[in-house]
């Protein structure tokens, strides 16, 4: 089994910034893809931003310029800053990764996710 636990969620007014950390353990041999999705009220999910290694990264183009991913690979953790935030970046932020296990199959995990607001 592998656990995601995120951290750093909370409150920020607009023109702020918050640091998101997800933190993966358990039977990891490797991780392809670690990545953050949100999900606002009466919305679907969405991709965020997505990080394949090291250097190869995705964003959503409405984070595109304000939000970096980055990960450890040596921690098993991916981060997400996000500055210039904006009331539309309130949701519920979701850690995913993307796990070759010890049977060498590849699964997908969640986070159990964390809360951001954006408000004055």
């Known amino acids: 089994q592998v656990q995601l636990v995120e951290s750093g969620g909370g409150l920020a007014q607009p023109g702020g910034s918050l640091k998101l950390s997800c933190a993966a353990s358990?039977?990891?041999?490797?991780?392809?893809?670690m990545g953050w999705y949100r999900q606002a009220p009466g919305k679907q999910r969405e991709l965020v931003a997505n990080?394949?290694?090291?250097?190869?990264?995705n964003y959503a183009d409405s984070v595109k310029g304000r939000f970096t991913i980055s990960r450890d690979n040596a921690k098993n953790t991916v981060y997400l800053q996000m500055n210039s935030l904006n009331v539309e970046d309130t949701a519920v932020y979701y850690c995913?990764?993307?796990?070759?296990?010890?049977?060498?199959?590849?699964?997908?995990?969640w986070g159990q996710g964390t809360q951001v607001t954006v408000s004055s």
């Open positions: 990080i394949i290694s090291t250097s190869r990264t």
């Open positions: 995913n990764a993307e796990v070759v296990t010890s049977s060498l199959r590849t699964f997908r995990y």
């Open positions: 358990g039977d990891i041999v490797s991780i392809n893809i």
